[in-house]
């Protein structure tokens, strides 16, 4: 997968142009917290007057006044209470989800401290460090919505409900009745209202294959099946059990090493799987996916999603925007409704903030607020906490602005037009569909991949869209979409990101396109699709143009002894490898992230072998100070995991 700052692939003849980057349209600022103040934040909004109201994981509450000053100035609000995890405003009043309970908070002297703290509803909790509460947000009708993360006794591998109401989504009305809703979820910490509907992202875990945006409707079931301990309560509306799910898709069954302590479930690459959408057909009442995150990707704990407000960041308004507290980045998303159900598109959007998002929240000026933390967790970037600001600087970059599924394949819409030479050969658009197994063990690789045929391509008079036909559309599978030859039309400029991931759910019905009005232009095999010309040269990236692949250097003849030592490969050659195969969700070359640096993993002596079998099977053991253990990555293939082996040991002496 290509990335941000690496020059799209082009087509035999194309002339190259680097394309411009993220930071070259949002720029991500500071907001200055005062001297010794620790942040972690865990909830925000912005308050009527352009205030932003922060909770904290240590239990207080700030209002930031003159947030986009560069002077703000923090003044405490509230204090005292356990790992606040959302905020919400409310006729006057600051609305907090705690560990153990819907809270609000008052300031009835106006000298700017809140003095009344209310307890709404409690919920019941073990103690388990794991029972995180989110929220609230508030309904159409003024009540407020909660999501309740499940609990880890004691393995973090294996989560349970130790106490009603564990992994379910409340709704509290203002008078403290409470009301259940929905069940399934794990670590459900993106809970957002968008356009009055409830919406959450989850987190790759057992049997969550990665994270995703889903719906959350009254008596749904979102997929994990611990919450179901409780469906059989007089007050549920879930009617889903346990037994159910696991007569179609047992757990994985419960090993023990020589000591008696459990052993984590692996996931088995030649065992038999189900899919969601497969045990769905026997469970309607379980939720898909509206959209899938890909780990790795597009994130590794996603967070909160806000709607880009009209007016503001350009051509996207009205899509979404979903943090992601891993790897420290927003992702973009465009839905839409397809035969009544939501299904969509997602991008790369912004990378390189300070550390994990966990809330966002919109500016006055039309900035993104976002709230940061990593304790416990890890996260990309150089800080552990923090306050910073998505500003846009006007300019209009080029993107796909939005991709629709149509009976026949897609509709890219672009943010500029398109120079229509490389828009109309199909060479420059490439698409594949995989999904994720729905299992007991933690998270899942992509499976049951296949190609897309490119069949011919129709762009608009205007140049602003560009309509596919794809062979071999697969319902309910993630369709990775990449534009590897398109250009700008004005400056030449490549797509700041080229690579789009659409969550087919339904097909639409309507009308195909007939091959005469669509252009088979392929570069690749010739001057027509199905051509029997040569091949042309499989294409390269501009920037990996001067540099050739690593490879054996034939020794003279008259220095048989001498054989050259063929070189590592360098970081440009191995980047792909490391996305493909998601590494760069956990690891950069420099500095510890979730794992530590590969500078770091270098200076540990290990060789090329050891590390491509550390790779397949990682032993926790040898980095005791990482919170979260690396799963083991069998997918990874030999000759993919070599070669990012020995760039890795390349850095042995690196400074």
């Known amino acids: 997968m290509l990335t941000v700052g690496i020059t799209a692939c082009s087509i035999e003849g194309m002339a190259q142009s680097e394309s ?118 508030i309904a159409p009708d003024g009540s407020f919505f909660v999501t309740l993360n499940g609990t880890c006794p004691p393995f973090w591998w294996h989560m349970q409900s130790d106490a009603p109401w564990r992994g379910w989504a409340l709704n509290i009305k203002e008078d403290g009745t409470m009301e259940p809703w929905a069940a399934g979820m794990r670590s459900p910490c993106g809970i957002s209202m968008i356009d009055g509907e409830l919406f959450y992202t989850d987190n790759q875990g057992d049997w969550v294959g990665s994270g995703s945006i889903m719906p959350i409707r009254k008596g749904g079931f979102m997929g994990h099946p611990a919450s179901l301990r409780w469906s059989g309560m007089p007050n549920s509306p879930v009617k889903v059990t346990r037994e159910q799910v696991y007569a179609l898709n047992p757990p994985p069954p419960t090993e023990y090493d020589k000591d008696g302590q459990e052993i984590k479930p692996q996931n088995s690459v030649s065992a038999k799987f189900v899919t969601e959408y497969e045990i769905k057909e026997q469970i309607p009442d379980l939720q898909l996916p509206a959209v899938w995150l890909p780990h790795g990707i597009l994130g590794i704990s996603n967070s909160e999603i806000v709607k880009i407000p009209e007016g503001t960041f350009g051509p996207f308004e009205g899509q979404l925007l979903v943090a992601d507290q891993g790897q420290s980045m927003i992702s973009r998303v465009f839905m839409e409704k397809v035969n009544g159900e939501y299904q969509g598109v997602a991008w790369p959007f912004r990378s390189g903030f300070q550390s994990g998002i966990v809330r966002m929240s919109w500016g006055k000026d039309g900035s993104l607020f976002a709230g940061e933390t990593n304790r416990g967790w890890g996260s990309a970037g150089e800080a552990s906490e923090g306050v910073q600001r998505l500003v846009w600087n006007n300019r209009i970059p080029f993107e796909m602005k939005t991709i629709k599924a149509m009976p026949d394949g897609f509709e890219i819409e672009f943010t500029k037009p398109v120079n229509r030479k490389y828009a109309e050969d199909i060479a420059s658009y490439s698409v594949e569909s995989y999904i994720y197994k729905y299992q007991g063990v933690y998270g899942s690789p992509p499976v049951n991949t296949a190609k897309c045929a490119i069949r011919g391509v129709k762009v608009s008079a205007d140049g602003m869209k560009a309509r596919i036909i794809v062979d071999n559309l697969r319902r309910y599978y993630i369709h990775t979409i990449t534009l590897n030859g398109i250009q700008e039309n004005e400056n030449s400029y490549s797509l700041v990101h080229p690579t789009a991931y659409y969550t087919l759910n339904s097909i639409p019905e309507g009308p195909k396109l007939s091959m005469n009005e669509v252009s088979t232009t392929n570069s690749s095999k010739g001057t027509k699709a199905g051509s029997s010309a040569t091949p042309a040269k499989k294409p390269v990236p501009a920037k990996e143009t001067s540099k050739a692949p690593a490879a054996a250097v034939k020794t003279p003849a008259s220095k048989p002894a001498a054989a050259a030592k063929a070189k590592a490969p360098t970081y440009a050659e191995v980047k792909n490898l490391l996305s493909k195969n998601t590494c760069l969700a956990c690891h950069n070359t420099d500095t510890r992230q979730v794992g530590p640096a590969y500078k770091e993993v270098a200076k540990r002596k290990y060789t090329v072998a050891q590390i491509v079998e550390l790779i397949h099977n990682p032993k926790p053991e040898h980095w005791p100070d990482y919170s979260t253990p690396m799963p083991p990555m069998p997918q990874v293939p030999d000759n993919e995991a070599r070669k990012i082996a020995e760039w890795i040991k390349s850095l042995e002496n690196a400074k």
């Open 20 to 137: 411009a980057k993220e930071e070259d349209y949002f720029k991500i600022m500071r907001v200055p917290a005062p001297e010794g103040m620790i942040l972690e934040v865990g909830g925000m909004c912005t308050l009527p007057n352009g205030d932003v109201g922060i909770t904290t994981r240590r239990g207080d509450v700030f209002i930031i006044q003159n947030p986009t000053s560069q002077r703000p100035y923090f003044r405490k609000f509230a204090s005292g209470m356990h790992e606040v995890l959302g905020l919400a405003y409310k006729d006057g009043a600051l609305y907090c989800a705690q560990r153990g309970e819907l809270t609000k908070l008052v300031d009835t002297d106006m000298d700017g401290k809140a003095d009344v703290y209310e307890t709404v509803y409690a919920w019941p909790i073990t103690g388990n460090y794991h029972e995180y509460s989110y929220g609230p947000k």
